[in-house]
T-cell receptor, first 114, second 112 residues
Framework: KAGVTQTPRYLIKTRGQQVTLSCSPI?????VSWYQQTPGQGLQFLFE???????NKGNFPGRFSGRQFSNSRSEMNVSTLELGDSALYLC?????????????FGPGTRLTVT | DQQVKQNSPSLSVQEGRISILNCDYT??????FLWYKKYPAEGPTFLIS?????DKNEDGRFTVFLNKSAKHLSLHIVPSQPGDSAVYFC???????????FGQGTELSVKP
């Protein structure tokens, strides 16, 4: 089976712009979670989608949003980019997102905001 | 509030010896724990997990131990190999969805 894929792998944006990142989960996986990794804060949970519905949300401002499509592919959007949004954005998929189902991560999208 | 803590930012071990990575948690609602390995510029790779109803899970060279009363888990790698050099994250999960809480990571260096 193909793993989790994320596009693009690298992105450079300017402060104030918006960005959309894409994630394709492992075939058959219905849960997609997004995480932000920064040197100072480590890996932090953004949100989780299951069957096109947001099921969990982390402590991020409303500028961070996401959605999931009927084929389980997911996108996340960040509007009005700030310098502090520079990070590695990771997507993870699992069968159902419940206890006992491990999450498998994609390679990430490296976002740089200048 | 850091609910999952890895107090050792780094660990250096000789090839062939045991590596022990530790993790502490504070939230008693966590009932599933996972260990991930991460190389720079890559996503975390799942290693091994354990349910809170167990105290040990083994997979090849990797064993995870869970001490619920102490809210402590550890990952043992035996024998350690140079290819094991990476950052190791422990993560915890509660029922109700796919939210993982990660520790800050421990960088393991295995010397030949």
């Amino acid at each position: 089976k193909a793993g989790v894929t994320q596009t693009p792998r690298y992105l450079i944006k300017t402060r104030g712009q918006q960005v959309t990142l894409s994630c394709s989960p492992i075939s058959g996986h219905r849960s997609v979670s997004w995480y932000q990794q920064t040197p100072g804060q480590g890996l932090q949970f953004l949100f989780e989608y299951f069957s096109e519905t947001q099921r969990n949300k982390g402590n991020f401002p409303g500028r961070f949003s996401g959605r999931q499509f009927s084929n389980s592919r997911s996108e996340m959007n960040v509007s009005t980019l700030e310098l502090g949004d520079s990070a590695l954005y990771l997507c993870a998929s699992s069968l159902a997102g419940e206890v006992g189902y491990e999450q498998y991560f994609g390679p990430g999208t490296r976002l740089t905001v200048t | 509030d850091q609910q999952v803590k890895q107090n050792s930012p780094s660990l250096s071990v000789q090839e062939g010896r045991i590596s022990i990575l530790n993790c502490d948690y504070t939230n008693s609602m966590f009932d599933y724990f996972l260990w991930y390995k991460k190389y720079p510029a890559e996503g975390p790779t799942f290693l091994i997990s354990i349910s809170s109803i167990k105290d040990k899970n083994e997979d090849g060279r990797f064993t995870v131990f869970l001490n619920k009363s102490a809210k402590h888990l550890s990952l043992h790698i035996v024998p350690s190999q140079p290819g094991d050099s990476a950052v190791y994250f422990c993560a915890a999960k509660s029922r109700g969805g796919g939210k993982l809480i990660f520790g800050q990571g421990t960088e393991l260096s295995v010397k030949p």
